[in-house]
Structures are given as C-alpha cells and as structure tokens.
C-alpha cells in the first residue's frame, strides 16, 4: 500500500510564493518518476505540471510554469517538492502529487495519486 501525503498549499498574493511538499509512504521498491499536476477551477480534467524521471534524472515542465517553479526531490525520504514562485491568478488549482513506482506487490510501476492541496492567489 502506498499513500501520498501533501501539504503547504494555501492562499497567496500575485507574485508571492509557496513550497509543495509530497511524501511517499509505504512499501516502494522502485520510484520511476514524481511529479505534479494541477486542476483549475471549472476545468474537468487535471494538467501536467512537471515531473522528475528518476533514471537520468530527467526534469520536465509544462510551458506556463518554466522559470517560475521548481521541481525538486529528497530521495531518502521520498519526498517530491514543488517551489513556486512569481504566483499568478491563472496558478489557482488544486495540486496533485504524482508517483510511478513499483512494489514489492506489483512489479510494473504503478501510478498514484495524492489527495490535492489548494492553492489560491489572489490579492
């Protein structure tokens, strides 16, 4: 079993910042990839935000956030962050924490999902 523990969303002016945290607990042999993706208001469907692949240590990021956020993890702990800065209206969503790992139970990688913490910017 493998859970998702997020936090460190909130409300925030235009041009501030704020630091997701996600944690992976439970028994993971192999993380392939974390990362974030984010549900806006209104919006059905939730959109990538970046990942880290772990073989090669790949980082990727969507379009509106590059230069602005910063993916980051702490492999001991596995623990993904997501740094964000120069917040925008437009940065409103929902943050979902993002896994694909496998377990002792389940050889081919697995993906998870956080609960989602909110984030507002807003003046």
């Known amino acids: 079993q493998v859970q998702l523990v997020e936090s460190g969303g909130g409300l925030v002016q235009p041009g501030g910042s704020l630091r997701l945290s996600c944690a992976a607990l439970?028994?993971?042999?192999?993380?392939?990839?974390m990362g974030w993706y984010r549900q806006a208001p209104g919006k059905q469907q939730r959109e990538f935000v970046a990942s880290i692949i772990s073989e090669g240590g790949l980082i990727l990021y969507d379009d509106p956030v590059k230069g602005r956020f910063t993916i980051s993890t702490d492999n001991a702990k596995n623990t993904v962050y997501l740094e964000m800065n120069s917040l925008k209206p437009e940065d409103t969503a929902v943050y979902y924490c993002n896994l694909r790992a496998s377990t002792a139970q389940t050889i081919s990688p697995t993906t998870y999902w956080g609960q989602g913490t909110q984030v507002t910017v807003s003046s």
């Open positions: 439970g028994s993971i042999a192999s993380i392939y990839s």
